[in-house]
């Protein structure tokens, strides 16, 4: 894939952030790793989502630095690039305060796996990871360290917003759309009473069978294999 | 009506589902049974609404079978099969994962019915079916089990979602639109109290009414006439 | 106004019930008092939104009889005569199961008027009327008497919805609208804690005001003026 | 910057509101000072957002008084005058009755800074501001009034709804749409427990470094600079 087509995947897939109302205004983005070479494809910084071409995307390595392009990159450039450079199996990276997830995020609490569609696509739990500062490492750091022993490709970051990976740039966002719909479905769901639990055992049953017969086999939007 | 004819319709039909906000990224589906056939045409697996086209439609058999289409056909095509071989009224069946119908599936609670047009619609409470691993039998013996003794096209899939049934495709599509509609109007309601309840010969009237009355006389949008 | 112009204005703002998310499928409708006749112009009964045109519209006289039009009238026909008859200065009636006003109306509880906007739109709560059934003058009857004694243009019919009322059908919609703006309000308002009350004197400052200075000198948007 | 094209920035800036879901029918209005003049550019009262065009929009001195245009000026023309009056360093006033916000405001609390989207924007707790009727100088002076001292760009008016200021008209349109955001999430964190709170020294740190560091250098978009 050349460089060129890698920017205008990430062009067109912050369409999808905006179209699922998963941002406002600014506020999150979407990188991909450009395959074979130690870059990354980010959305510049404070542009809106309207304004946003293939060329305006701007290319960085995996130390975040720039190396091509007419903007700053993303603030949140740091992050994505601590995740490529510590999970090579990773595509893409996705930052959403989708309002549900950060609603959970703000309390500090994981979403309890309690709808079939959870099992499938995070096989558990969706973690919290810790508070952190942005502008250096902390927030990489906090996405490995937990997304670290969980099947989840989303992890909650304390007070701040969602952080999704997947094995391309497409799979990230698959992953913060239904982030925000199991995040929404179970707030609400907990309005009455607590969700009645999945079996562990029937969680592992859809989740290994989500990840290995659902869709069409050609297909390139798979989740991160382990 | 020719099977061209059918796919069209059931393409167009997912359009409605995303319009109305019941599904998001693939995961919801619409078939409808083939007229004087042991045929049912329905979703591609994991195959995004924006790409769907008539000629995308998969045409299964009875027992769940591909007969043809040049894609996998969804991965929820067992539980309709079932509806069709065991309810042969039914020509449409749809599965949601929406949002609020979704929540009282989670805690395994019936929609009561404290609204006239759940009285019109469902003439009754919105049931909920049993806890089914997908991939046999198990679900669609869940929704044909639960929907008997019922008036309700709909059905709350413990802890998954929303399955609906109706005439015709588009009945069965409008039932998911009313499910949605009236689980979120009666989650809000139970908010600050409990709603009113009708009164059970109420919900007899509305109902006979409203299956026997509503709408244009040639339409052909009814609810499952028993 | 001839009679074309009202057909035409009475479709037209069918789509705004769209626009603002007050109805679903073919639930709501929309009429007007055919100025200097003793007819009113309504919505088919059970067509879709997308496929309402003028000429689709259906011309009844003030029992509700259908004078002109090729569908059946909307089966909440009645209670817009009812309301005609009894209330000359309505030249518009709209009705809807808009979700958060239909939660109230399903604990029967009326809206109470802590929001400015509500004061300035209705000039106090929102009141409930009866539950009644569909067919006779039950409906028609209950919003006659209820909004008797109410500044509001709006009524909160117990397990059903919302009737709204105008001297010109746009009012109308704009009251439908407003209606459902501060039910969800006032609804989230009170999810942690009572709203702080508006001093009465307050509220007929603000209602006097608006109903009076609000908007261009020009306008047919004016509410009802008692 | 032309008259003209403040008058085109503004009506354009009133679709971010309808876009952003900020307002219905014609409840909130969007100025802008004109650079270098006594003079302020804000929508005329009661017209439609789809009706606004740049000819349409009013010219007002900065006590309100009509300048140019052919409508009457919005009914809150007075806050908006008193805030340019008084706040020589603001740009833009944008006021909007957002459904979350306007909830915070019904029960008169503060939106405490619990996300570090809150924390970037606001930097700390959006305040509330007094009940003040339309018409004088009141709603002005409890919007200066309260700012003063906050670094949030936003005040919640008792009861009421929203103001924001900035430095450009664009700014106070982007804090009235973060308000809303942030508003919500809060709303829906405080449901199952209390937010986390963010230590002050955070707050500041989060604060400094998206006033400074976020966006593009040439931006016109920053928020206000004290």
Not at 58 to 79: F, R
Not at 132 to 161: C, F, K, Q, W, Y
Request: charged share 20%; with cysteine.
């Amino acid at each position: 894939m050349t460089l060129q087509l890698v920017r205008r995947q990430v062009c067109e897939l912050h369409a999808e952030l905006v179209r699922y109302g998963l941002v406002v205004w600014t506020a999150g983005n979407v990188s991909a790793r450009v395959p074979g070479e130690d870059l990354m494809v980010i959305k510049p910084s404070g542009v809106g989502y309207d304004e946003l071409t293939p060329e305006a995307m701007v290319v960085c390595d995996l130390d975040g630095n720039l190396v091509a392009g007419d903007y700053a990159p993303s603030s949140d450039t740091a992050a994505h690039a601590y995740v490529y450079r510590h999970r090579p199996d990773v595509g893409g990276v996705v930052h959403t305060h989708s309002t549900y997830a950060s609603a959970w995020a703000a309390r500090g609490e994981p979403v309890p796996c309690v709808l079939t569609a959870m099992a499938d696509e995070f096989g558990g739990e969706i973690p919290v990871g810790p508070f952190a500062l942005i502008g250096g490492d902390d927030i990489g750091r906090g996405i490995v360290e937990t997304l670290d022993g969980h099947r989840s490709p989303a992890v909650l970051m304390r007070n701040h917003g969602v952080f999704t990976i997947g094995r391309t740039a497409k799979a990230a966002v698959k992953a913060a759309v239904m982030t925000e719909d199991v995040a929404r479905t179970v707030h609400l769901a907990r309005a009455y009473g607590e969700p009645v639990p999945i079996d562990g055992k029937d969680v592992d049953a859809l989740y290994d069978r989500y990840q290995n017969v659902y869709g069409q086999r050609s297909t390139t939007d798979g989740a991160i294999v382990r």
